[in-house]
């Protein structure tokens, strides 16, 4: 494999596609060495057709605003890999959302999944709607109008979408709903779900849990604790909220927390009223953390900065891609991060991941580290098959066991001759073999 060779040619055919082409990168760097000693992946082209999506999906949302007006979104499903399983994974709906993010996600995808040890190809959709600022009816009314368009082309055994940023358990709900009405079938389409129509318990912590569950096998394994450790998380939805809450049951102290509208330092460490206090932030829709620092005297806001001026042990990105820059990177080091692992979907720039990897520092990639989300979403997907519910302690016992044996994983295929695990390595090549054994036994389809 020449990897300049083809990124030179994606570049050719997808320009622009700068997420997209990111993503590809760091895997086929990681993959190089083994992919050269496996002739019969290089016979196959496994390369060049694990990088091209099966197939995308793109169609016009219309619906109406709370004013009488139009709207028009745009949206799309990139069905990316489903040669482990049906095509899984979000949708996000946010302005930001474009061709390029959705496919680097969906490419992501196929790896995480594949590294959950589940049953569960590669997929990822969503729109450019924005959903901050807009009633509970404008909302509906645009997850109904989306769903007209998407429920063709996803099934139980054939594509299952979940939440992502903008897609939570309400965005979930509506869209369920009118499924449920189009197909006339209740079966377990969408992942997410509330508790009593078919969800499963401990899904809406899953990725933050999962998160430190991979951090302290990553932490145990340099012979480090968790306990009284500062931690710096980026953003304040859904899957900050479940590190915030793992993180302090573990004995950790979350000192910074961070919105688009800058950073909230909280020297002593959140208390577990000022973590739930971050689902009420989230529901007012508004998408600033400014509020809190007016709820919580004993903390600080800063505008416009991010969660990485905050001095601490441990960096948590759990937001959006290229969050950490290699200047943030920098700055986290000189003031004595020594672990940083991606909770958001490649949370870190290269440059960032560069400068953690030269510095020596203990750095994770979010497709093993937030990979508890989409775990436990199939593990929803097994008790809707089953038609059963399982407890909490279940659920949450079997999350854990994914999470040791992805870092497992990681261990085993990236640990380097002088002993530092190259977790980003390790997590691709696991992923990767996977994938591409199965393509291979499957033939040229
Ligand atoms: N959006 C989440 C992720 O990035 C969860 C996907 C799912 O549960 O299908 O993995």
């Not at 659920?395 to 980003?424: F, K, S, W």
Request: hydrophobic residues 40%; proline residues 4%; glycine residues 12%.
């Amino acid at each position: 494999m020449n990897v300049q060779k083809i990124m030179t040619s994606l570049e050719a055919k997808h320009p622009g596609e700068k997420e997209y082409l990111q993503a590809v990168h760091e895997v086929l760097e990681s993959i190089e060495e083994v992919y050269n000693q496996h002739p019969e992946f290089e016979k196959a082209r496994i390369v060049e057709r694990i990088v091209e999506p099966d197939r995308i999906f793109t169609f016009r949302v219309n619906w109406v605003d709370d004013n009488g007006d139009v709207q028009t979104n745009l949206a799309y499903r990139v069905q990316f890999n489903s040669a482990i399983g049906p095509y899984k994974g979000g949708l996000r709906f946010h302005p930001s959302v474009n061709l390029s993010i959705l496919k680097f996600l969906s490419f992501e995808q196929t790896f995480k999944n594949a590294l959950t040890t589940l049953p569960m190809g590669g997929g990822k959709g969503g729109s450019d709607f924005n959903p901050a600022g807009k009633s509970d009816e404008e909302i509906m009314r645009f997850c109904q109008a989306f769903m007209l368009e998407l429920w063709r082309v996803i099934g139980p055994d054939t594509d299952v979408p979940a939440g992502d940023i903008g897609v939570g358990g309400r965005e979930i709900g509506y869209l369920y709903g009118m499924f449920k009405k189009l197909a006339r079938e209740h079966t377990g389409v969408l992942t997410g779900k509330g508790i009593t129509w078919g969800g499963s318990l401990i899904r809406p912590e899953a990725t933050g849990y999962g998160g430190l569950y991979f951090v302290q096998h990553m932490l145990h394994k340099a012979g480090k604790n968790i306990e009284g450790k500062r931690i710096a998380v980026s953003g304040f939805g859904n899957v900050a909220w479940g590190a915030a809450q793992k993180a302090t049951q573990l004995g950790a102290k979350i000192v910074a927390i961070s919105g688009p509208d800058g950073v909230i330092e909280i020297p002593n460490g959140m208390t577990f009223e000022m973590i739930d206090y971050l689902l009420d932030l989230r529901a007012s829709n508004r998408d600033i953390v400014s509020p809190f620092a007016e709820k919580f005297p004993e903390s600080k806001f800063t505008a416009g900065k991010k969660a990485w001026i905050v001095p601490c042990d441990i960096a948590l990105p759990c937001a959006f891609q290229n969050e950490l820059n290699g200047d943030d990177a920098k700055h986290l080091i000189a003031n004595g991060t020594w672990c940083c692992a991606e909770i958001s979907n490649m949370g870190c720039t290269p440059e960032a991941i560069k400068e953690f990897q030269d510095a020596k520092i203990l750095f994770a990639p979010g497709k093993a580290v937030n990979a508890g989300g989409v775990a436990t979403s199939g593990l929803e997907m097994t008790q809707n098959a089953m038609h059963i519910s399982w407890g909490a302690q279940e659920v949450d016992d079997r999350l854990h066991q994914i999470m040791e044996n992805i870092h497992h994983a990681c261990v085993q295929y990236g640990t380097q001759p002088e002993g530092y695990v190259n977790y980003v390595k390790g997590a691709n090549v696991a992923g990767f073999m996977k994938v591409a054994t199965a393509m291979l036994e499957q033939g040229i389809v």
